[in-house]
């Protein structure tokens, strides 16, 4: 997991450290009009390679009710654009959780396991606030849209699905 923030005096620095698609990508979204995007998903070609942009309107939730995922196929690429704040927690996967949901063969490319409350324990976590970013690679499980202590809030992020095979 890598976390940042396009607004950061360093971004540059940080975003050429990337593989090529991500660093590309990354700077994408950062000179994008994301607050006037319609929401939705979309297939974005950046440095020719095929992504899909997803344009989300949400509200944080309590940490309780969400269902930690992964990934396997996609890069999750996650650039928090107004509202929230939001917590996103994340954990290594090491193959010991209990699938819930397996949707990695259709195009969501998304597998949710159960919710245990023994991960809190392992978990990171990060407050993604306007211009913050979080890269989850297929090793790592997240628990996105959290509420903090202040309750539900609105919130717009985008989500930029990364191949996998582009980065390697």
Not at 57 to 75: F, G, N, S, V
Not at 78 to 107: A, H, M, N, R
Request: charged share 25%.
């Amino acid at each position: 997991m890598i976390y940042g923030n396009v607004n950061n005096e360093f971004f540059e620095q940080q975003a050429a450290m990337l593989p090529k698609p991500l660093c590309e990508a990354l700077h994408c979204l950062k000179d994008m009009d994301l607050a006037g995007h319609e929401s939705g998903a979309f297939p974005i070609q950046i440095g020719g390679v095929d992504m899909i942009l997803q344009v989300l309107d949400l509200e944080t939730r309590p940490r309780e009710i969400l269902d930690p995922e992964i990934h396997r196929k996609y890069i999750d690429l996650q650039l928090f654009v107004s509202g929230g704040p939001e917590v996103s927690t994340f954990y290594i996967d090491e193959g010991k959780d209990t699938v819930k949901e397996d949707l990695l063969e259709t195009p969501r490319d998304i597998l949710f396991y159960e919710n245990r409350a023994d991960t809190l324990k392992i978990e990171g976590r990060v407050f993604m606030e306007p211009g913050a970013y979080a890269i989850y690679f297929p090793w790592d499980v997240h628990i996105p849209g959290q509420c903090g202590p202040d309750g539900p809030k609105g919130y717009r992020k985008i989500v930029l699905k990364v191949p996998v095979a582009a980065c390697v």
